[in-house]
């Protein structure tokens, strides 16, 4: 089945850094998603998606649907411990059926 | 709040036996999801349903079943577990049609088959 290609697949970085992430497809989607996975946790949605050159914000977060609606972009803010995480991707085909990127770990250093 | 409780954190099988993974939602969402996370993979789709007694496959159905007699109770099948079905295992619900700001992740279940 088709994933998408998200990157990078880890992060290590100092408290307070501001963090990037994206994902790409060969595909276009109509809506992209980002989730965040605390350890021992499921995937929680972040920020939804839904029209071309979209930036929606929350909080320290700021996520971007791209225009050719192969890409989106999330980008972090003055990181703090409990960022840390596993960021996923998803694109949203039909009605109901989602695609996930391969997640992105987020590791930070105090 | 929504919900979803898979019944087994961890759980350790041998290779060959038949593993039931149950999900219960609280929320009367029409539809309900079970996917597989691997490191490097992402999450990816193992079967979903969208009504009682209703099932779709998803990108990875191979090797196993799945069986929603109840809208509230989606269990995961896997009829002869293998080594290769090590993974975690994530129940998902949401409402018909709400998938996109509206899916919601059990704390998903660690599936060791030794």
């Known amino acids: 089945g088709q994933q998408l290609n998200q990157s990078p697949q880890s992060m290590f970085i100092q408290e307070g850094e501001d963090v990037s992430m994206n994902c790409t497809s060969s595909s276009i989607f109509n809506t992209w998603l980002w989730y965040k996975q605390d350890p021992g946790e499921g995937p929680v949605l972040l920020i939804a998606?839904?029209?071309?050159?979209e930036l929606t914000s929350n909080g320290r977060l700021t996520a971007q649907f791209g225009i050719t609606r192969k890409d989106s972009f999330l980008n972090i803010s003055a990181s703090i411990p409990s960022d840390v995480g596993i960021y996923f991707c998803?694109?949203?085909?039909?009605?109901?059926?989602?695609?996930f990127g391969q997640g992105t770990r987020l590791t930070i250093n105090p | 709040d929504v919900k979803v409780t898979q019944s087994s954190r961890y759980l350790v099988k041998r290779t060959g036996e038949k593993v039931f993974l149950e999900c219960v939602q609280d929320m009367d969402h029409e539809n309900m999801f079970w996917y597989r996370q691997d490191p490097g993979l992402g999450l990816r789709l193992i079967y979903f349903?969208?009504?009682?007694?209703?099932?779709e496959k998803g990108d990875i159905p191979e090797g196993y079943s799945v069986s929603r007699e109840k809208k509230e109770r989606f269990s995961l099948i896997l009829e002869s577990a293998s080594t290769n079905q090590t993974s975690m295992y994530l129940c998902?619900?949401?409402?018909?049609?709400?998938?996109?700001?509206?899916?919601?992740f059990g704390s998903g279940t660690q599936l060791s088959v030794l």
């Open positions: 349903s969208y009504d009682v007694k209703m099932k």
């Open positions: 998606l839904y029209k071309a050159g």
């Open positions: 998803a694109g949203l085909q039909g009605a109901q059926k989602l695609v």
């Open positions: 998902a619900s949401s409402p018909a049609d709400r998938v996109r700001e509206k899916l919601f």
